[in-house]
């Protein structure tokens, strides 16, 4: 990969984020408020819908790429904006006025189904399975990745962050300065939204980018050297969202309905602030990251780091007398 390819087209997309995010702000302060609730995280009516700003920057400088060096564009930008449109414009009319959890679903799954077929399953799948069992993993795991990175943008600078972190580390190990832009683009909505947020990314910006995350991996695990234990890098913010789904699934509480039991959301509740908490997990994902390069032993190491953190943060909620289940 071009370093200096990737580093330029990191500084435009931020340059673009930074402008096109500004203008959405001043559009959602009018039109888009998100007015504090029980499980808000927020306490003052904050601005949604920031997304926008870094899907329009990065579809623009994707798109400029793809017509000045196509042999750098890789995934195809074009098809890969093209599934993520439709994700976009439901997460966007939710924003707006809402939309039923049927609505959403079916949006999710058809670009989640678009994807997978123009990326294909990865190999590691199609060799112990059917194509078609592989393909039908592959869609369910899309659609979660999407929900888990709506999910997750409870907080100021959280997953912004964190998917600044992973973008960046997906480019490097799989030679993709695509992702970098994306980072850029992502980059300049978090100068935005770090705490205290101006704007919040909203359902337009976390389910496309939700998307975009699974595509980083799964583009380069349809070829034979996809090195798997880059995953490691999204364990901080993926883990997270597993050990509380499973977690509620235990105390059989309806996992489809809304909550306010994330780890980083009882971290908070113990008295961390967005800062604390955000940085934690940043950081993390970068140790993780950077593991993830040492192959399956760093990946190992990652997922032990992770788990000790889980430890850490439960002995910190537990002195805290922070309940699971917000009341």
């Known amino acids: 990969m071009s370093w200096s390819l990737a580093a330029g087209l990191f500084v435009l997309a931020l340059m673009c984020g930074l402008a096109a995010t500004r203008l959405v702000l001043g559009y959602a ?3 888009l408020l998100d007015i504090p609730c029980g499980r808000s995280s927020h306490t003052a009516p904050t601005p949604r819908g920031g997304g926008l700003g870094f899907l ?36 966007w009319l939710d924003d707006k006025r809402g939309l039923s959890r049927r609505a959403r679903s079916l949006v999710q799954f058809a670009c989640a189904t678009a994807l ?9 799948l199609t060799q112990i ?6 393909f039908v993993l592959c869609v369910v795991a899309a659609v979660a990745v999407i929900n888990f990175t ?23 190990a799989f030679a993709a300065p695509l992702w970098w832009a994306l980072a850029g683009a992502v980059a300049g909505f978090l100068f935005f939204n770090w705490h205290p947020a101006r ?8 389910t496309a980018l939700g998307l ?19 995953m490691a890098v999204g364990l901080p913010l993926f883990g997270d969202a597993l050990y509380t789904l ?3 699934a235990l105390r059989r509480e309806n996992v489809l309905n809304a909550h306010h039991s994330h780890v980083y959301q009882r971290l908070m509740r113990s008295g961390l602030g967005h800062d604390a908490v955000a940085l934690r997990y940043v950081g993390l994902s970068a140790a993780c990251g950077l593991l993830g390069l040492a192959g399956a032993t760093g990946a190992l190491a990652a997922l032990l780091a992770c788990l000790a953190g889980l430890v850490a943060a439960e002995l910190r909620c537990a002195r805290a007398d922070v309940p699971f289940t917000k009341s």
Request: hydrophobic letters at 60%; glycine letters at 10%.
């Open 199 to 206: 704007i919040f990314m909203g359902d337009v910006g976390s």
């Open 150 to 172: 709506n999910f997750m943008d409870g907080m100021d600078g959280f997953v912004a962050g964190v998917s600044v972190v992973i973008l960046l580390f997906a480019g490097a």
């Open 246 to 248: 499973a977690r509620r």
């Open 116 to 124: 997978v077929a123009w990326l294909g399953a990865p190999q590691m």
């Open 212 to 230: 975009f995350l699974c595509a980083a991996f799964l583009a380069p695990a349809a070829g034979p050297d996809f090195s798997w234990p880059m």
């Open 56 to 91: 329009l920057s990065f579809a623009a400088v994707a798109l400029v790429l793809r017509g000045l060096a196509p042999e750098a564009a890789r995934p195809d930008p074009l098809p890969l904006l093209l599934a993520a449109a439709p994700l976009a414009f439901a997460g």
């Open 29 to 31: 302060s009018r039109c």
């Open 129 to 134: 399975m059917p194509h078609a069992a592989a």
